[in-house]
């Protein structure tokens, strides 16, 4: 899903940048997003990017694509842009943490040489939440809530 991934970063980038909504969602519909197949999307968001597609019908050019997006009415217009937006915030939900650091990076002077992420022994571990009979032996046999709990009880 990486690939899908870059191509749908590259689209909110264009989304975000000069110009009317229109001309902004036409360019961030490039041939390589529209060449994209279901199966590199997240189930989840399939039949939006399906939707997307149709609103768009059957598109070749990039002009082609200019004047699908000019016949979209205002509804259909925000559809398209929220489904671009929303595929985006899906597959960014996939991705391992070095591709999100790594796009934060890109271009910057303060870019680190490799990104790799820290030994498990260097990794604090996570504090054991209570459970069940912890918080009944703390509380004499009756539940209470964690929040009545001590820390570390």
């Known amino acids: 899903m990486s690939m ?3 191509i749908f970063s590259s689209a909110v980038r264009q989304l975000a940048g000069p110009g009317t909504q229109r001309s902004r969602l036409a360019s961030a519909l490039t041939p390589a997003l529209r060449a994209l197949q279901c199966k ?26 200019e004047v699908a997006v000019d016949r979209l009415s205002e509804r259909e217009l925000a559809a398209a842009t929220d489904a671009v937006l929303s595929i985006y915030d899906q597959l960014t939900r996939y991705q391992p943490l070095d591709l999100h650091l790594a796009q934060l990076y890109q271009g910057a002077d303060s ?7 820290a030994p498990l022994s260097q990794v604090a571990p ?3 939440r209570a459970r ?14 964690l929040s009545l ?5």
């Open 132 to 145: 069940r009979q912890d918080r009944q032996s703390a509380t004499g046999g009756h539940q209470a809530p």
């Open 4 to 6: 899908a991934w870059i």
């Open 126 to 128: 996570r504090p054991r």
């Open 111 to 117: 870019a680190p040489a490799t990104l790799t992420p």
């Open 40 to 65: 590199e999307l997240p189930r989840e968001r399939r039949d939006e990017f399906q939707r997307l597609l149709y609103m768009l019908g059957a598109v070749g050019t990039q002009r082609e694509v």
């Open 149 to 153: 709990l001590a820390p570390g009880a």
